[in-house]
């Protein structure tokens, strides 16, 4: 297992190095997904889904980026995935030069997909352009439905949604339409996806989508 | 409902500010209590439960720190605190100076126990000393048991792990013996309560606990 030691890139132009490492994958033919969530949303449980379900089809990698610790990058490994550890130094978030650094350790020539599984933070890690073709953020139930109003910036961001833990929503009084309207109002576009890991309820619709992102950018 | 926008204060003697501040509260017999914990980890749920048992023997107040909305201040005050919202101007912690400014806002004189609710975020509240008497941090069981590994940290820093949603652990696979022993590993000193809201599993043990440090710091 592979881990590289990263600390911030000091740089004002983070939005620009990000235009242009989302340029270059643009040409290689490599979809970037920058994954975000709350520690213990279900990351790195969704990639295992999407790893067994299409690691048939494409090639796919995975960046992990934790302060500390290997686990994630060892249990999507062993899902299928070419992966590597990031460890952030301390950092709450990832940005452009960082996920440069990230990639080229990965070696991430003639992959399809890589993701970007950034440091568990609602916050931080939305203010940053990693140079990502895609964003992806997850809520569990167990959050709250509540959330879209207390971290709108993440909401805002994403283009897509994933509503994770469907199948414990009534332990926690989850109340998914109030958690879509919120989420909604802060961005018409989101695409979002209600699923559980554990039934597999809801993965048809999202695998769906995410296929056809990965054909699109290879357009 | 009061609500004040916060900047971050721009200071490289932030441990001085915090060392300044915890002197005051000292003499002032008010202990301020930093509750730090993942966005949904039931911060202030705890509060409610806190406050609906110990508001008839201890004045309580609540600082409610949130990049944005006001839903847990009217949450606590109607539990029966003296409660203000803090808007972090979209920062990630609290600092002593933002915190300063909130005891002010609230105007804590008199007040036996006040509790700041950090933004929810298991990495930068860690690294910013607010001037606080204790640290509590919650983990609750649907993030994982493998969280001190991921997020050092805060469970380094902290007096005090609550480990909320205990009525929900099957559903996770959370191990508490594994948890705790991977907190202990970190900080042999810290406290540990398993509890749950719900069933009010854990709580008197916890309640005893948090009693103790408000005489305590009478003293």
Same mark, same amino acid.
């Given at each position: $297992?592979?881990?590289?030691?990263?600390?911030?890139t000091?740089?004002?132009?983070?939005?620009?190095?990000a235009?242009?490492?989302?340029?270059? $994958?643009? @040409?290689?033919?490599?979809?970037?997904?920058?994954?975000?969530?709350?520690?213990?949303?279900?990351?790195?449980?969704?990639?295992?889904?999407?790893? /067994?379900?299409?690691?048939? =089809?494409?090639?796919?990698?995975?960046?992990?980026?934790d302060?500390? /610790?290997?686990?994630?990058?060892?249990?999507?490994? $062993?899902?299928?995935?070419?992966?590597? @550890?990031?460890?952030?130094?301390? $950092?709450?978030?990832?940005?452009?030069?960082m996920?440069? +650094?990230?990639?080229?350790?990965?070696?991430?020539e003639?992959?399809d997909?890589?993701?970007?599984?950034?440091?568990? &933070?609602?916050?931080?890690?939305?203010? %940053?352009?990693?140079?990502?073709?895609?964003k992806?953020?997850?809520?569990?139930?167990?959050?709250?439905?509540? =959330?879209?109003?207390?971290?709108?910036?993440? %909401?805002?961001? /994403?283009? +897509?949604?994933?509503?994770?833990?469907?199948?414990?929503?009534?332990? %926690?009084?989850?109340?998914l339409?109030?958690?879509?309207?919120?989420?909604?109002?802060? &961005?018409?576009d989101?695409?979002?996806?209600?699923? /559980?890991?554990?039934?597999?309820?809801?993965?048809?619709?999202?695998?769906?989508?995410?296929?056809? @992102?990965?054909?699109?950018? =290879?357009?």
């Open positions: $297992m592979k881990i590289i030691e990263l600390k911030e000091i740089t004002a132009s983070n939005d620009l190095d235009e242009v490492l989302r340029k270059e $994958m643009k @040409q290689k033919k490599t979809l970037l997904i920058n994954l975000m969530a709350s520690p213990g949303a279900g990351k790195t449980t969704l990639l295992e889904t999407i790893i /067994s379900k299409l690691a048939h =089809k494409y090639k796919i990698g995975v960046l992990e980026a302060v500390d /610790s290997d686990v994630d990058a060892i249990r999507v490994s $062993m899902a299928g995935a070419k992966a590597i @550890q990031v460890h952030t130094g301390g $950092m709450c978030h990832m940005d452009a030069g996920t440069r +650094c990230g990639l080229e350790a990965l070696d991430y003639g992959l997909l890589v993701f970007l599984e950034n440091v568990g &933070n609602l916050i931080c890690p939305a203010e %940053f352009d990693t140079g990502a073709g895609k992806i953020m997850i809520l569990s139930t167990p959050e709250g439905d509540d =959330k879209p109003l207390k971290y709108p910036l993440m %909401f805002k961001e /994403s283009d +897509c949604l994933v509503i994770s833990k469907m199948d414990v929503k009534e332990f %926690f009084d989850f109340d339409s109030k958690c879509i309207s919120r989420a909604k109002a802060l &961005n018409k989101i695409e979002i996806f209600p699923l /559980s890991a554990k039934t597999g309820e809801g993965f048809d619709e999202f695998i769906e989508w995410l296929e056809k @992102q990965i054909i699109e950018w =290879k357009r």
